[in-house]
């Protein structure tokens, strides 16, 4: 069964690389099966992050860039420019995961996907997939990581990882992109709060959408006067701010330009990207495998809920529990 | 060292306190001693969470909620008032956790702490901490669980959790506060995707900030509708949708009162947010503390960096890479 779904997302079947995807989010055992059986053929994708505050325009940008990296497709593909977003490949491809941690009780993921497919519906070189925050403790994280592993190895030669929020996972998910563009929207009277929003050190490429609002200028000034704070390495690339109008296209063909030579100028700093985004999603990997060891091997059905009530009743903290409980997982591990 | 430490935290000595969140901040060993000697001392504050995306006016907001709770203290401290924010204290003071992913070349955290600290200088019942991101794998979330229960230790009666980000560990920490405040701004003309925000069904109390600005009637309805949509019990509560000016106070005592409702009618819901939150807190910290076993008893020098590079290069995925550590973490110990 897993093994055919493999091969149908080998093959690049839609329909497959949706269920595959359905798996892993549901943290299902035949998703970790699907990807062993797909890992030996991922890496190939270029993986472009965009990110930043609710209300950026982010999903308009992202549409543009899926239009303008079709359209420039058979060029790239014809020229082999090794600095091509999409090098090395003879159709280029684009699957987008969006991270929407929409409301389940809004179904507006679903929605936002139809919607949004609707606009490359014709396209079948576009696959758009929302993910929605479930689970806890990095699950989204590792799910968007498999998600994206799913279509690499369906031959997707561009993956955009899109996420709305602005918080630690996220920020985990878009440092290890290929590439980071960080978007930022003036005009909402709060610039200085859009700076704070944890983001400006994992920028490659800073792009001020909706560039026609008042106040732009002063946030691109802003911006480069951040920039201009960091100490760089002579050679080291300095992230350009970028000015766009998503809903009109205004500006999107240099966004694809400022990728094309930030992935030229950043060959070994890819190398290092994708190191870390191996050992992120090893670790978290580890973490979830051993908890559940933990629950289903170690403690007796309902052990974890006592001893959690213990701990809420200030009867035991949680770090006595916790060296505790990992003393029991290795001797009943040197018991059997 | 670490014991008076302690006991200078009970006694609530505000350097002792700073000290102590900087050592959990750190992830340092005495960290984990000092929590362990605090543990049975805390669970008495009342924990409010606020959030919302950020430029919402967060920061204002919970600057003017503590003016109004301590203003308040002598007389909900006299009335003993089941139902008062600070129920049970005789004089009620207020923690501040604000969780700030600002980057660490900007400083903003430690600014923002003093110039926040000013406002409320003169008033020793207040303690203000910003927690910038650091760490990985939930490390953020784990330390401001711990700064928060240092605040708690320290006999703070009221402690307020303020997060900018949206992202899953924000909605984590804000799920399992004892009441969540979320905050929205009309104006942007991003009024749907301040909804798509992540935050929707979280919210115990809405509130429409920078409500004298247009468009905030739209986003109250917007909200309210929302709202609507969500099936309840017959006695649950219902999140009302609030109005404020936080930068003239306007409706802040509105949103006090609405706290109390809700502590007054949410206590079997309170008790479930606490277990939920131990258990969040119990399994970060035996995740991370797996993991540091793993690196320090059961891998050689350099062997998860050359895992990695593996994975890397393909060679091993990381569902087979993490099986064969987890077997040998438990081997190891069966061994000694």
Redesign the interface.
Same mark, same amino acid.
């Given at each position: 069964m897993t093994s055919s779904l493999a091969d149908r997302v080998l093959a690049g079947d839609p329909r497959a690389m949706a269920r595959a995807i359905s798996l892993v989010e549901d943290e299902d055992p035949a998703g970790?099966d699907l990807?062993?059986a797909i890992?030996? &053929?991922?890496?190939r994708a270029y993986l472009i992050g965009v990110t930043g505050?609710?209300?950026a325009g982010k999903s308009t940008l992202v549409d543009r860039l899926i239009s303008l990296l079709r359209a420039q497709s058979s060029q790239s593909a014809r020229s082999h420019d090794p600095s091509a977003v999409s090098a090395g490949s003879a159709f280029p491809t684009v699957g987008v995961i969006a991270v929407?941690?929409?409301?389940?009780?809004?179904g507006?993921a679903m929605l936002g996907d139809r919607l949004r497919m609707q606009a490359h519906a014709a396209d079948r070189g576009v696959f758009i997939r929302s993910m929605a925050?479930r689970g @806890?403790?990095?699950?989204?994280?590792r799910a968007t990581n498999d998600a994206v592993l799913v279509l690499d190895a369906a031959g997707l030669d561009v993956v955009i990882i899109e996420t709305?929020? =602005?918080?630690?996972?996220? =920020? #985990?998910i878009i440092r290890t992109a290929d590439v980071s563009v960080v978007t930022l929207v003036p005009?909402?009277?709060?610039d200085v709060?859009?700076? *704070?929003?944890?983001?400006?050190?994992i920028a490659d490429v800073f792009v001020i959408n909706k560039a026609d609002r008042d106040g732009a200028d002063r946030l691109v000034s802003a911006v480069e006067a951040?920039v201009a704070?960091?100490t760089f390495q002579p050679d080291a690339w300095r992230p350009p701010v970028l000015q766009t109008v998503a809903t009109s296209g205004t500006g999107v063909a240099e966004l694809v330009e400022a990728i094309r030579r930030f992935r030229a100028h950043g060959q070994p700093t890819q190398?290092a990207r994708? *190191?870390a985004r191996?050992?992120?999603?090893? &670790?978290?990997?580890?973490?979830q495998?051993?908890?559940r @060891?933990?629950e289903r091997r170690v403690l007796g059905s309902g052990e974890?809920a006592s001893? =959690?009530?213990r701990?809420?009743a200030?009867e035991l #903290?949680?770090?006595?529990?916790? #060296?505790d409980?990992?003393g029991r997982?290795?001797?009943d591990?040197?018991r059997?």
């Open positions: 970790a990807i062993r890992f030996s &053929r991922t890496g505050p609710p209300g929407d941690p929409t409301s389940p009780f809004s507006g925050t @806890h403790l990095g699950g989204l994280a709305v929020g =602005v918080g630690q996972d996220e =920020v #985990d005009g909402t009277g709060d709060q859009a700076l *704070k929003a944890g983001i400006m050190e951040n704070l960091q190398a994708r *190191k191996c050992e992120y999603r090893l &670790r978290e990997i580890m973490s495998r051993f908890l @060891h933990l974890l001893i =959690v009530d701990i809420a200030r #903290d949680p770090y006595t529990a916790a #060296d409980l990992l997982a290795f001797a591990s040197r059997r």
